[in-house]
């Protein structure tokens, strides 16, 4: 089993920044790739951004240069700065694992921006 915990979501003025964290714990090994998902209300689930064991990052078009995924080993803990932030980004956050053929989700963390 692998457990996510999401946090650092909040409320941020449109062009504003955020830093979400997803601390990982359980096992961890063999965990191939890492993500954050969002979800609006309405809408359904999307990929955020993705990052591989190897660190390799991909980027929904929407968020490439304003968001960056990365990842402390040392921490267990993968991060998503959030920058430039707009009205549209409001969602509530998640974050997911991959491992072996299981995925897991985090409980998510709301971010909201006012315009």
């Known amino acids: 089993q692998v457990q996510l915990v999401e946090s650092g979501g909040g409320l941020v003025q449109a062009g504003g920044s955020l830093r979400l964290s997803c601390a990982v714990s359980g096992s961890i090994l063999g965990i191939l790739r890492m993500g954050w998902f969002r979800q609006a209300p309405g809408k359904q689930r999307e990929l955020v951004a993705g990052?591989?064991?190897?660190?390799?990052?991909t980027y929904a078009d929407f968020v490439k240069g304003r968001f960056a995924i990365s990842r402390d080993s040392a921490k267990n803990t993968v991060y998503l700065q959030m920058n430039s932030l707009k009205p549209e980004d409001t969602a509530v956050y998640y974050c997911?694992?991959?491992?072996?053929?299981?995925?897991?989700w985090g409980q998510g963390t709301q971010v909201t921006v006012s315009s």
């Open positions: 997911n694992a991959v491992r072996s053929l299981n995925v897991y």
């Open positions: 990052i591989t064991s190897g660190s390799d990052a």
